[in-house]
C-alpha cells in the first residue's frame, strides 16, 4: 500500500510539472489547452491545476470570450511565484563612462522587472559590496527584497574554477580573490552561479539571437567569436557549452600566433584585440579613441580605404578562426562583441571571405542577433533557466 500511495503522490507531482512547464513554455493556457497538451482527463486537469493554485504556482488571468462552447478560465505561471537575477561585470578600467556594473531581475514567467547600470570603480570598491549593492538596488525597482531571488548568476570577463573558488584571467581589480564567490553566497544567496561572460553571450545568442529557429528549435551548435576590447569564444554543443577541464575553454586570447620574436611571442589579442583594431585602423586613415569606434568610423565612410581597412582586419581575424575551424568544424559561427556590431555585414562580409581562403572547410559566418547587452541577457536566460528547472524538478519529489 505504501508503494501504491508513493507512486500516486509521484504520478500527481509528475502531472503537475508538465502542466506547469507548458505554461512556463507556452503561456496563458485554457484546461482544455491543457488536457490536449498533456493528455491527460478532464478530472486530472482539473485536480493538477488546483494544486498549482493553492501552490501559488499558477493563476487565473482571465476567460475566453466569444468562441463556440462557455466560456473558459485562462491559467499562467505565477510569475511571482519566483526570481532570477543576473549580474555583468565589465572591465571598464579604460573607460571614464562605461558602466563597470550592469544587473536584472525577472520574475518567473521571464519578464523584466527591473535593470540597472551602476558606475563603480573596481580600485576602491570591493566586489562582494559592489555587486550586492547592484542586486539591492534592482530588486528595490523590482519591489522585492534580497531575500526573494532564487537565483542569481554573475557573468564575469574571466574563467571561474569551482574547485579553487577563485576566477582566472580577469584583469578586474579584487575579482581574482580566492574565495570571492563564496563570499557572495553568503552574503547574497546560496544559489549564485558564476561564468564567463562570452558563455553566456553565447546563452543569450541561443536563446533570443540567430541560433535559435524561427519555430522555436534550436541550431545544432555554433562557435561565438567574441570581438572587443578583450577576445573570447564559446563553444555550444546542441545547448551545452564546452567549458573544459579548467573552465578555460574559449580563452582563445591567449593562442599563440606564430613563433617567438624579440619581444616575446605574440597571441591572437595581440592580433585583433581592442587596441590592435585601433592602431591597425588609424594605419588606413580611421583614427578612433577605441577599436569598436574606428571600425564604426570606416564602416560609415564606405570608401576604398575602409574596404582595405575592414579586409586586413578579417584577414587578422581568420588567422585565430581558421584554428578554430580546423579543430571544431562547427555548423555556424556567429561574431559577436562590440567590434562585431561597429562592423555588422560589411565585417562578416569580410571575415568570411577571408577564412574561405584561409582553409579548405567553407563555415557559414553570421553577425550576432543581439544587439543589447549579450552577457546581462545570457546570464539572466541562465538564472531563469535554473529557477524553472528547480522548480520542475522539486514538484516530482
Not at 384 to 396: D, F, I, N, T
Amino acid at each position: 500500500m505504501a508503494r501504491l500511495a508513493g507512486s500516486s503522490r509521484l504520478l500527481r507531482a509528475i502531472n503537475e510539472s508538465a502542466a506547469l512547464g507548458h505554461l512556463l513554455e507556452r503561456g496563458p493556457l485554457t484546461r482544455g489547452d491543457l488536457r490536449a497538451l498533456t493528455r491527460l482527463s478532464k478530472p486530472t486537469t482539473s485536480d493538477v491545476l488546483r494544486r498549482l493554485e493553492e501552490a501559488g504556482l499558477a493563476m487565473i488571468v482571465g476567460r475566453t470570450s466569444g468562441g463556440p462552447g462557455p466560456n473558459a478560465d485562462v491559467y499562467a505561471a505565477n510569475p511571482n511565484a519566483a526570481y532570477a537575477a543576473a549580474v555583468s561585470v565589465r572591465d571598464t578600467l579604460g573607460s571614464a563612462t562605461m558602466p563597470a556594473l550592469a544587473a536584472a531581475v525577472c520574475d518567473l514567467t521571464g519578464t523584466l522587472r527591473a535593470r540597472a547600470e551602476l558606475h563603480v570603480d573596481p580600485r576602491a570598491t570591493d566586489p562582494v559590496d559592489a555587486v550586492t549593492d547592484a542586486l539591492a538596488e534592482v530588486c528595490r525597482q523590482a519591489g522585492i527584497s534580497l531575500r526573494q531571488l532564487d537565483h542569481v548568476q554573475v557573468a564575469v570577463p574571466g574563467s571561474y574554477d569551482a574547485r579553487t573558488d577563485t576566477v582566472h584571467h580577469i584583469d578586474v581589480p579584487g575579482w581574482s580573490r580566492p574565495g570571492l564567490v563564496g563570499e557572495l553566497r553568503r552574503r547574497v544567496l546560496k544559489v549564485v552561479d558564476v561564468d564567463n561572460d562570452v558563455n553566456l553571450a553565447a546563452v543569450a545568442e541561443r536563446h533570443r539571437g540567430v541560433a535559435a529557429h524561427p519555430d522555436g528549435g534550436a541550431a545544432e551548435g555554433f562557435a561565438l567569436l567574441w570581438l572587443g576590447e578583450g577576445i573570447g569564444l564559446a563553444i555550444d554543443l546542441a545547448g551545452t557549452l564546452l567549458r573544459g577541464a579548467r573552465q578555460g575553454a574559449g580563452e582563445i586570447g591567449y593562442m599563440p600566433i606564430g613563433l617567438p620574436g624579440p619581444d616575446g611571442r605574440p597571441d591572437f589579442q595581440d592580433l585583433v584585440g581592442g587596441p590592435a583594431v585601433e592602431v591597425l585602423a588609424r594605419e588606413h586613415g580611421f583614427a578612433a579613441r577605441t577599436g569598436p569606434a574606428a571600425v564604426a568610423l570606416a564602416v560609415a565612410a564606405g570608401t576604398p580605404e575602409a574596404a582595405a581597412f575592414l579586409a586586413a582586419l578579417a584577414e587578422r581575424i581568420a588567422v585565430g578562426l581558421a584554428a578554430v575551424v580546423a579543430v571544431l568544424d562547427p555548423p555556424l559561427v556567429v561574431l559577436a562583441g562590440e567590434v562585431s556590431q561597429a562592423g555588422g555585414e560589411p565585417l562578416r562580409a569580410a571575415v568570411e571571405a577571408a577564412l574561405n581562403t584561409a582553409g579548405p572547410l567553407r563555415t557559414p559566418i553570421s553577425s550576432t542577433g543581439v544587439t543589447d547587452d549579450a552577457a546581462l541577457l545570457g546570464a539572466l536566460d541562465a538564472a531563469l533557466s535554473a529557477v524553472r528547472e528547480h522548480l520542475l524538478s522539486g514538484l516530482q519529489f
